[in-house]
């Protein structure tokens, strides 16, 4: 079933819960049109992530469309087109030169939200698909607004006021990272941006789960054992929580925009000797919010809060 916002915005669902395709327009032409602009962050407001399907963009398109929905961000230690200073490349290619074309990984990748160990993590994240493989990976994104809501009221309570250290480990999202990937003294893991492990999503006022992707990470005023065993308890859950999840093959000329203060995102592996080139975008954010806080706390008023899905 497809809808329309005043009129002008033709959109279709892309899974029961969140999600939609944006069909009447083009993203070049919303990267040119203030008004369309306007349209489109009322739809992200509403449907977390929004998909161009199969477009033309040019890197000026990318840049404008996504600074729409804030100031643009530069992904640091990243590979860029030429001249672009915020338009990073995801590749595995490799130039005639024998340079490396984007970032060189072709990994698969666990769930994880873009830089949560900086101070303020991105607000939106846009992914276009400029050249796709035979072995096409699918991302997935998981909406942890949902998977929050679904938890069983024991752990609400447990977690409600807990933080979380987000410490930097090289290719922490690499899957097999995460599986192989040997701690680091805790000390090291000490070190990092110290995130809640709920926040509360601005744009709705619903909890998130906000989890760090390392495992081992550590949780404040915790030991490392029961920390771990409660991170890992957290992701064991939210794995399972497949109601959850939009996965799709990213299609060349796909132009993702989602919302990375309540998705986690995914990807499968593919060959080394298939090339794949992704355009990747951030918006700035805002500082992590806390859900709960000791003056705040009220768990009865937690529902009133859980934005329901759209009715489609």
């Known amino acids: 079933m497809h809808f329309s916002i005043a009129g002008t915005l033709e959109l279709a669902p892309l899974s029961p819960t969140f999600g939609v395709d944006v069909l009447n327009v083009?993203?070049?032409e919303c990267a040119a049109s203030p008004d369309l602009q306007a349209l489109l962050r009322a739809a992200i407001a509403q449907h977390l992530l929004l998909r161009f399907p199969e477009q033309a963009v040019t890197p000026d398109d990318a840049l404008a469309?996504?600074?729409?929905?804030?100031?643009?961000?530069?992904?640091?230690s990243a590979s860029h087109v030429p001249g672009r200073q915020f338009l990073q490349v995801l590749s595995n290619g490799i130039d005639a030169d024998g340079k490396r074309c984007g970032d060189g990984n072709n990994s698969a990748q666990i769930w994880h939200t873009d830089a949560g160990q900086w101070d303020v993590p991105p607000g939106i994240s846009v992914f276009y698909g400029v050249l796709v493989p035979p072995s096409a990976p699918k991302n997935g994104y998981k909406n942890m607004a949902q998977v929050y809501a679904a938890l069983p009221q024991r752990l609400?309570?447990?977690?409600?006021?807990?933080?979380?250290?987000?410490?930097?480990?090289?290719?922490?999202v690499d899957v097999l990272v995460h599986q192989k990937g040997a701690s680091l003294p805790r000390e090291q893991r000490e070190v990092g941006q110290v995130q809640p492990l709920v926040r509360r999503h601005l744009g709705s006022g619903a909890p998130v789960l906000y989890l760090p992707s390392r495992r081992d990470s550590v949780i404040l005023g915790m030991p490392d054992a029961a920390s771990r065993s409660l991170l890992e308890e957290l992701w064991d859950f939210t794995n399972q929580q497949h109601h959850c999840d939009w996965i799709?093959?990213?299609?060349?000329?796909?132009?993702?925009?989602?919302?990375?203060?309540?998705?986690?995102?995914?990807?499968?592996?593919?060959?080394?000797?298939e090339r794949r080139d992704i355009w990747h975008l951030v918006t700035e954010g805002e500082a992590v919010t806390p859900m709960f806080t000791r003056k705040t706390l009220n768990l009865n008023s937690t529902a009133s809060v859980v934005s329901e899905a759209p009715a489609y």
């Open 248 to 273: 799709a093959t990213t299609r060349r000329g796909d132009f993702v925009v989602f919302d990375n203060t309540a998705l986690v995102h995914n990807r499968e592996g593919w060959p080394t000797s």
């Open 26 to 28: 083009s993203a070049a």
């Open 156 to 172: 609400k309570e447990q977690i409600q006021t807990l933080k979380a250290v987000h410490h930097m480990y090289p290719r922490s």
């Open 65 to 76: 469309l996504t600074a729409a929905f804030g100031p643009l961000m530069d992904l640091r």
